[in-house]
């Protein structure tokens, strides 16, 4: 069974421009949550899609977005870049929403760096 | 608002000896817990989770975790690491939401650098 893959794994921007991150979760798992991964902040979650509806939110800024499609695969999308934006950014995927105590299995992340 | 408090950023060790990863968090109510690993250019693995029953957690590579409630800790230990087991390490919890549209969401610690040194 194939793993968690996001596309691209390594991204360079420059400030102002906008990004599209993509994630394909394990088949038949429904739920997909984005995290930001940085060395000052740790792990930071972004969001969970569920069914194609955004069930929950972090403390993010309105440049961060994102949409399920109904074959469950994710998209988040950044504007205006910053230079704080540069990060790792994570997605899993998991059978359930996450809440229910299910197991998230991870992509490899994107290397997203903003000059 | 919870937190999660990983005591260690950095243990280091000699190979086979055994080693203890400190988590600790703060909630008043009942939560999932959660140990990662991640390796270099690498996502995040599940070594294991606690969600209810026996406070003895056993996961996979022979790490293990005990849940203890009255100390709201989580630590992680390994009888005999190995090399292969250098790593970052991240304790999360998760807490369920008020209800309605809040479907609660994953805590993660700073993280703890275990490096096995032969």
Known sequence: ?115 | AQSVTQLDSQVPVFEEAPVELRCNYSSSVSVYLFWYVQYPNQGLQLLLKYLSGSTLVKGINGFEAEFNKSQTSFHLRKPSVHISDTAEYFCAVWKDGAGGTSYGKLTFGQGTILTVHP
């Open chain 1, 1 to 115: 069974k194939a793993g968690v893959t996001q596309t691209p794994r390594y991204l360079i921007k420059t400030r102002g421009q906008q990004v599209t991150l993509s994630c394909s979760p394990i088949s038949g798992h429904r739920s997909v949550s984005w995290y930001q991964q940085t060395p000052g902040q740790g792990l930071q979650f972004l969001f969970e899609y569920f069914s194609e509806t955004q069930r929950n939110k972090g403390n993010f800024p309105g440049r961060f977005s994102g949409r399920q499609f109904s074959n469950s695969r994710s998209e988040m999308n950044v504007s205006t870049l910053e230079l704080g934006d540069s990060a790792l950014y994570l997605c899993a995927s998991s059978l359930g929403l996450a809440g229910e105590g299910g197991e998230q299995f991870f992509g490899p992340g994107t290397r997203l760096t903003v000059l």
